[in-house]
């Protein structure tokens, strides 16, 4: 039971939302950092 390692963000100290496809572990703040990349990049190009 002690063997499972808890993984936490230094930046928002937020447990990780894990994509199980390519075994990545990312936290809920890239999560939204991704996101908000993404809607900035939409709206330069003016979609």
Known sequence: MGNEREWKCKRCASL?????????VMF???VDL??????????????
């Open 28 to 30: 809920r703040c890239d």
């Open 34 to 47: 991704l996101q908000n990349k993404l809607y900035n990049t939409l709206n330069e190009i003016g979609i």
């Open 16 to 24: 990780p939302v894990i994509s199980n496809e390519e075994e990545t």
